[in-house]
């Protein structure tokens, strides 16, 4: 689903979050980046449309929307926070010849996670969610 910017100001308001033009900016550019954008990244895209916003604003509210639940912090194979926009279930394939990161769904997989850890509890630990980072090398047809 596209993000309009009626639906990110009402997600916005949603979350009891102040609708800014920068929060609404960095949201859209972090919902129509499907590579799992750095900071950096969704700043120098951000810059375009918002000329006088400061990195240091791009940082912040890329937290905001993490501590919020909007969006999820991904640290590469490389090092690099990334920031993935929280929508659906979905795990991550982590290319090791590239700097990729694709989302994969896969519900069975889901379902063979989710039954081991209700039969296999973790002392000590409320499993409360998941996601899978898988590691690995893109073909070069492939279709993800």
Partial sequence: ??????????????????????????????ADNKRH???EEIYREVIKKQPNIAVGTVYNIL??????GIAEKISSI???MRYD????????????NSDEIADYFDEKLSGIICSYLEVNE?????????????????TKNSKI
């Fill in 85 to 96: 926009l929280i929508s659906e279930d979905h795990h991550h394939l982590f290319s090791k």
């Fill in 1 to 30: 689903m596209t993000m309009t910017p009626e639906l990110i100001r009402s997600k916005l308001k949603d979350l009891d979050l102040k609708v800014t033009p920068q929060r609404v900016v960095i949201l859209k550019t972090l």
């Fill in 122 to 138: 973790i002392p000590g630990f409320k499993v409360e969610g998941f996601k899978l980072n898988i590691s690995g090398e893109f």
């Fill in 78 to 80: 490389d090092d690099k």
């Fill in 63 to 68: 937290e905001t929307f993490v501590n919020k």
């Fill in 37 to 39: 954008p750095t900071a």
